[in-house]
């Protein structure tokens, strides 16, 4: 294969397969590395798995191709903030069914920008949730003996606010 | 759903406003643990991510003397976004200590605040506390305003920056004496380079901090002749580090009718910090008519007008006279004003431009004709190595 290539097949987790474009790639350095072993191996016919689900994968992918062009050539200001709009509209999602998802994605290919974007929106979602609610999103059981609890009421008065 | 790795629920909560982590503080050990206060490494990427994120909260008060104190309102930006906040604590030691207690500053989670008879440095959330060495000049002058200067550096944002300028021996130098305070030796230490500041005194009440300078606009009083070079009102920037002085015209436009009483012009931080369109705004209010401009070159000093508009045609719906009591431009894209009896908003970018919303009333008599704001968010920020809970506290 030359380098010449602009797309490349990659497996999800669940099997389905998915194209991507090599600038696209760029924005992870594993997936990068993996198109690069692609790229220049003989076997043309390996397609490469990537550990996420087919679901996740999707929006990575659009989330890449989407912010290709910027991270590879510098682009201007009004693109800036088009861009911004772009990724306020892509964060609507529901936290539990894919966000997480999102944000273990971009731990994962060290995607810091898109791994930034995910945390706070989930931090913008969750300011205003109550504990049980934290709770049950994390799966956390509380750990404390109502002693403790008590006690951590006591030293710190400032956990009821105004 | 696995439960998400360690990391990645300290690096949500990371994004959170210290008053979530509060009550998040109960979910579980490891929770609690996040937001303790030996944590730093948490607590410096948690006011870290507070600079980059918008302040949602805004103290009201009035814009006496330093020394005054007086009532002190405490308001949300928004009354559908009330995760943020200070602790029950803080607002009791406000009302009690001491016969008079202001708010001079605010920057990344912690306040300046002001007794009759000494500084402090406090953390409204997690409640500590640190008194500052008081100033000779303050012991000296007990009723003269402090020119002191509280902020953060985004790129380190470890420390903060308290600036204290001084008149230096008889009136009418135009160099002011600049202190800076050392956290480590908890005293004020000396800085060689001297600010030159013009022919009119400066506004240290509000102040943007950008390219690595201080920011100060000049008042508008005509007391100069018009051959001075200061006749018209100027800003003036001090570069932290070597000390050098520019001064920044302000527009034509602003210059013109500058010298009229009703005239009112302060600087703001314009834009969202590291952003490319980061800058300095000015805002004229001149005959409840608000001017606002954007330094769209810094280099050359060129502005761009932003808007002008009547008080009465952003949408106030008073039936009295409106008269305009205080303002500020907050996260860099709107402008928060004060009438005799509420608070309004203004968008000044992007898709909230002209958006007018009522925020709040308040509380202050109709006979208080000058108040100021001050901008918060709730962060984790300590206070410094030899910081105390805040007094009255303890005897909860």
Redesign the interface.
Known sequence: MSSSVEAITVLSSDGDEFKITVSAAKLSKPLNWMLEDVCFSDDCDEVPTIEVNSKTLVKVIEYCEKHAPRANSGAS?SD??ELKKWDIEFMKMDV?DIL??I??AA?YLHMEGL?DLA??T???L???MT?SQ??KI???????SSEE?EQ??RQ??????? | MDMPYDDIVLEIFSWLPAKSLYRFKCVNKFCNTISSPENSYFNQKQSHNALLRDDCCFFLQPNWMQRHGGKIEFHHLSSKNTTSGASHGFFQFLKHYRPACRIIASSNGLILGRSDIELFICNPVTQSWLPIQTPEYMEKYPDDDLMVVLDFNVEDSKDFMLFLFEVQGEWGSSYLHVKLYSVKERMWKSVEAKFFYGGRSLRFDTHVYYRKALHFISDCFPCLSKKSPYFRPYIMAYTIGDGSSRMIRIPKEARRGSHDSTCQMRIYKWGKPTSSDESICLVRLRKNVFTIWVLADYEIGKWRRVLKIRVKAMGVKEEDHVHVTGFIVMNGDQLIFATEMKTYGYGLSHENFMKFEEICEHGFERNVTNLSFIAYSDTLHPCGHNAVTLPLIQQD
């Open positions: 200001d800036a903030e539990k997480f998802h944000l273990m731990n791994y945390c706070q989930a931090a913008d969750m300011k205003g504990v934290i709770r994390f799966h956390i059981k509380n750990d404390f609890q951590l009421r710190h008065p400032g956990c009821s606010f105004d």
